[in-house]
């Protein structure tokens, strides 16, 4: 069983940065993609990035290549999305997930919200 806690949301001025972590417990996180999703008020969920065990990245969404930035610390059963260059459209509730298939997700974080002020 793995239990993720998400954190590092707030509200930020358009172009302002923030970083995400998701904490996690059980010590099989090491072990699986984990994604990052957000989901703006009336909108469906986006997948946003996912990072493997290993460190490579699946892929980031259109909408955040180039400001967005996935990393993982297996050390500390952790991992971080740096936001930079935000703007008003990233507003959402971020979600982190683990066991990640591309697919879908068995874990889930209760997610942190984003809000950036134009």
């Known amino acids: 069983q793995v239990q993720l806690v998400e954190s590092g949301g707030g509200l930020v001025q358009a172009g302002g940065s923030l970083r995400l972590s998701c904490a996690a417990s059980g010590r099989t996180f090491s072990r699986y993609t984990v994604g990052w999703f957000r989901q703006a008020p009336g909108k469906e969920r986006e997948f946003v990035v996912a990072?493997?065990?290993?460190?490579?990245?699946?892929g980031y969404a259109d909408s955040v290549k180039g400001r967005f930035t996935i990393s993982r610390d297996n050390a500390k059963n952790t991992v971080y999305l740096q936001m930079n260059s935000l703007k008003p459209e990233d507003t959402a509730v971020y979600y982190c997930?683990?066991?990640?298939?591309?697919?879908?997700?068995?874990?889930w974080g209760q997610g942190t919200q984003v809000t950036v002020s134009s």
């Open positions: 997930a683990a066991d990640y298939d591309g697919a879908g997700a068995r874990y």
């Open positions: 990072i493997r065990w290993s460190g490579s990245i699946t």
